[in-house]
């Protein structure tokens, strides 16, 4: 029970009276921190929300964004880490299951899952079983529904041993004018309880994610992990979308966290209605179950349709077909109170919204003692340390994992997983760019700047590969937040991201918290994930491999001295260390913009290909292009744009961010590098079979690099 | 031409094929599980998918549905019948095609573009290709290592469709990846045509086994 003493005065205020243990029950989910999210509520008022092209933004179960004139796109990422850790082929695809069901909900199709993976070393055996388990679970799940898995990253760290983070990213298409929203805002409707039965799995799911996690977990909170059942969830996914084309309902809403509880108490509430329910008419998976059980058990596959009696018979008629378990169990009622009936005998009745809007809790934030006892490093040998980089499997080919997910089912997966973002097919005119990013190190060692970094990032490989950003959402990964230094580094966090987000004009229209990820003591690495999708023309979609021998290879943006938190210090030196990159602002924005209007203005393929720099720098930027096109290249990299006592060792690793390689076709190089605004250098040409890189004694051949990016994680995995 | 695409409960491709068969220049129209009397269609195709969720071995549920005995009484009217993927799991489980598709060699899942040797040109749907011709298509099946007793029969009887052309990820026998009976009307088929059925999405090679059964 997590409710506390504040808290209970706070009710009982309210009400006027105990509560009884069923509402007791009630309240304590309602109050966790998983669903009222009343730690982070001031904080994630800095993110701006707003903008021309958003229809719904955060609030309803995802987010949704204008992507042409008929066509919306519904988004929304989610945190399955708690569930994950204890079970992680049950946890990983439940998380997959609760995302879709938010898309769902606002009467989109999923067509892409995106997923964040956080690990501990592959060199630890429960790391190893944990990270096999999730991406299986997500590979059953996701292929099993028929939505592909296009894209994601994965992490491993010491970091992450005993605390897993598993955070799903998924996007719909919907047409504008069927949206639903999760409304009751008629009184006399009645709601439907569609798919799963309710079973007593996932009881107190939301509280057990909202404590810390101890070596007991693994036994005592497995009954808290809720199990899928992704065939059923097809069933379900298709009937919603038969009912959503045949009937007009007021509202739909899923089934997640917080159960029914949270379902109709936030229904209610949004339209300042009230609720009853009769337990009696609960499909029930056990016999015996008690009201408390059945109030809040999250078993999964459930939805929670608002509509008139009139179309009851037409209803349930679909749900025969799709032969799912349904019936009306309640109706919206006038009097804001949420009543739980059992026969007709009131057994729980409290105010709606006391339920669904909790009191905030202004948490006390304090920045941590600096460290201060810096590390110098002596430079390593270069090709080697690259090679070691490529190998890393922070940066390795992720092969082993995409290969597990129909990344292809739907037919419009136009650029594959392996790329800076995937690309998916909207209409025969527009596509439209996803990704996820996050850098956990750069947010342990500054918050602010590895907030704002994740945020730059996500853009970066958007507008690499063409498209420009139209929304943000945010999974955040952080500690226990009654702990001030916790607080402080989730503030830091949302007010760097919140920076960028404002520069793009680019709002934040959905996200979710994660708090309590810590396990006796070990606290993760704040993580901050962010999704960004962007829009773009067929015609304007590049890709990061390099394509023809001559073509002239260009870096935009400015390169500093700037080797603390790189993949470099933290694989060759083994340590984490000193400031991260900095975000700067106007140059982030600069950087984009050219390369944005470089391809608009590129009617006859000039721009042969875009990647951006990220971790491991421009030497894995360049590697990864020469390995993915199966062509070397010659660099010079001494006349980079630069700032700051920069030598070419650290200009081929730094991590600066705002920095995009472009290469162009040659007889064009010139007059293109001319047009762009903003710092810019020829750095070499595409061709021959070997990276080699003149100025830093760097000459290596095509399969040497192959070699180490490729088979890193299958080696382990074997 | 109207082709008919099978829908279980579970089944994935189904509005993928739909796509394909529009572009091909056919007539679509989804089939419930549920119905038997298929004497208004023309031609069939099994989509992919995981019919029932596939617990069982793949599609072992699909095989003993009431639109089995349609598609039966079909191929008796020597009319076209194409399982892709999980449709090519339940045609080979219901004993319409030779051999079996059982677990890939690594025992996973596994999704990725393969090229393809078009061995056979005799099947509606391989007719508008050249015999020996390389074709670009993607896989995404747990399930599709093809095994069979007797392989000297297929090959007398020109029964081999589709083969591995490079690597083969799943370990089939002979690398064989795409099956028919003894007429060339039944055809199963690992990988997946409706996904290769616009250059946009990596190769437009697909297309060809749609317009086979529209020109059929």
Not at chain 1, 97 to 121: E, H, K, N, Q, T
Not at chain 1, 435 to 447: A, E, G, M, Q, V
Not at chain 2, 92 to 121: H, M, R, Y
Request: glycine share 10%.
């Amino acid at each position: 029970m997590t409710l506390t003493d504040s808290e209970m005065e706070y009710i009982k205020k309210e009400i006027g009276r105990e509560p009884n243990s069923l509402e007791y029950g009630m309240l304590d989910i309602m109050f966790s921190e998983h669903c009222s999210y009343k730690s982070s509520r001031p904080v994630l008022k800095y993110f701006p929300t707003e903008g021309e092209k958003v229809i719904i933004g955060p609030g309803d179960d995802a987010g949704i964004v204008e992507l042409t004139e008929e066509l919306a796109l519904a988004i929304g990422i989610e945190s399955h880490n708690h569930p994950s850790a204890i079970e992680p082929y049950g946890g990983a695809g439940t998380g997959i299951g609760g995302i879709l069901r938010d898309i769902m909900s606002m009467g989109a199709m999923p067509v892409a899952l995106l997923d964040s993976l956080r690990f501990g070393p592959l060199e630890d055996q429960r790391s190893r079983y944990l990270f096999e388990y999730v991406v299986k679970g997500i590979s059953d799940y996701g292929n099993r529904v028929g939505i592909p898995t296009v894209g994601g990253e994965v992490e491993f760290d010491d970091n992450f041993k005993y605390n897993p983070l598993v955070n799903v990213m998924c996007a719909g298409i919907v047409p504008k004018k069927d949206l639903v929203r999760a409304v009751a805002p008629n009184v006399g409707s009645v709601f439907i309880l569609m798919g799963g039965r309710t079973g007593r799995d996932g009881i107190h799911g939301v509280t057990f994610a909202s404590e810390e996690l101890t070596t007991a977990s693994e036994i005592e909170d497995r009954p808290a992990v809720q199990i899928g059942d992704p065939f059923t969830k097809k069933m379900v996914l298709e009937a919603t979308l038969e009912v959503l084309e045949e009937i007009p309902v007021d509202g739909v809403k899923d089934l997640g966290g917080g159960g029914l509880t949270c379902c109709i108490s936030e229904l209610a509430a949004k339209c300042g209605n009230g609720a009853k329910i009769e337990l009696t008419k609960i499909p029930l998976r056990e016999e015996g179950m008690t009201p408390y059980e059945i109030m809040l058990s999250e078993s999964q596959e459930r939805m929670v349709f608002v509509i008139d009696p009139k179309y009851i018979d037409a209803i349930m008629k679909i749900f025969e077909k799709y032969e799912l378990p349904a019936a009306v169990i309640g109706e919206v009622t006038d009097t804001r109170k949420m009543v739980v009936e059992k026969d007709g005998k009131i057994i729980a009745n409290l105010p709606a919204d006391l339920l669904s809007d909790p009191p905030v809790i202004n948490r006390e934030s304090r920045k941590p003692n600096e460290h201060r006892d810096y590390l110098k490093l002596e430079y390593t040998d270069p090709e080697e340390s690259l090679l070691k980089i490529l190998s890393s499997p922070n940066i390795a080919s992720k092969k082993w994992v995409y290969s597990q997910y129909d990344h292809e089912v739907q037919v419009r997966s136009i650029i594959k997983p392996g790329d800076d973002a995937a690309v998916l097919k909207v209409d025969d005119m527009k596509a439209m760019a996803l990704t996820c990013d996050c850098n956990s190190i750069y947010t342990k060692l500054d918050p602010y700047h590895g907030g704002a970094g994740a945020v730059s990032e996500a853009i970066r490989n958007i507008v690499s590969m063409g498209a420009e950003p139209i929304c943000i959402v945010d999974c955040l990964n952080f500690g226990n937040p009654e702990k001030p230094e916790v607080f402080w580094q989730f503030k830091e966090c949302v007010r760097g991201m919140a920076e960028v987000a404002k520069c793009f004009e680019t709002p934040v229209i959905s996200g979710n918290v994660s708090f309590y990820n810590e396990t006796e003591g070990v606290t993760v690495n704040p993580s901050p994930v962010v999704g960004v999708a962007g829009i773009m023309d067929h015609d304007n979609i590049r890709t990061s491999d390099f394509k023809d021998d001559g073509d002239i290879i260009i870096i935009i943006g400015k390169t500093y001295p700037e080797m603390d938190g790189s993949e470099y210090q933290k694989t060759l030196h083994n340590i984490i260390q000193g400031k991260p990159p900095k975000v700067r602002l106007k140059d982030e924005f600069k950087s984009a913009k050219a390369v944005l209007d470089l391809i608009r203005e590129d009617k006859n393929g000039d721009i042969t290909a875009v990647h951006d720099c990220s971790a491991g720098g421009l030497g894995v930027s360049l590697a990864e292009m020469a390995i993915s096109g199966d062509t070397g290249a010659v660099i010079n990299i001494s006349k980079l744009p630069k700032e700051g006592d920069l030598d070419n060792f650290q200009a081929f690793f730094s991590e600066s961010h705002a920095r995009y390689i472009v290469t162009v076709k040659s007889n064009r190089a010139n007059e293109i590098l001319d047009k762009i605004k903003a710092p810019k250098a020829i750095i070499g040409k595409v061709g021959g079979n070997r990276l080699i890189i003149e100025d830093l004694s760097i000459n290596i051949s095509l399969e040497k690099l192959k070699n180490s990016y490729y088979g890193v994680i299958e080696k382990f995995m074997a | 031409m109207k082709v008919g695409i099978i829908r279980f409960p579970g089944s994935n491709c189904d509005r993928d094929v739909y796509q394909a068969l529009e572009l091909a220049g056919g007539q679509p129209e989804y089939i419930w599980w549920n119905q038997k009397d298929l004497s208004q269609i023309d031609a069939v195709v099994i989509p992919g998918g995981f019919s029932y969720g596939d617990y069982l071995r793949a599609g072992a549920i699909a095989a003993i549905t009431p639109v089995i005995e349609g598609i039966k009484s079909l191929v008796k009217d020597e009319k076209p019948v194409l399982g892709i993927c999980n449709g090519a799991q339940i045609l080979a489980e219901v004993g319409l095609v030779p051999g079996v598709f059982t677990v890939n060699i690594n025992s996973k899942f596994i999704c990725q573009w393969t090229d393809l040797k078009v061995e056979t040109t005799r099947t509606p749907f391989t007719s508008m290709y050249k015999k020996g011709e390389i074709i670009k298509m993607p896989i995404a099946h747990a399930e599709g290592r093809y095994y069979v007793d007797y392989i000297q029969e297929l090959k007398d009887n020109d029964q081999i469709v589709l083969k591995f052309a490079s690597e083969n990820p799943n370990g089939s026998m002979e690398a064989i990846t795409g099956v028919c009976d003894q007429t060339g009307l039944i055809c199963a088929v690992m990988p997946h045509p409706e996904r290769a059925s616009l250059t946009i999405l990596g190769s437009d090679d697909g297309l060809k086994f749609f317009k086979g059964i529209v020109n059929y």
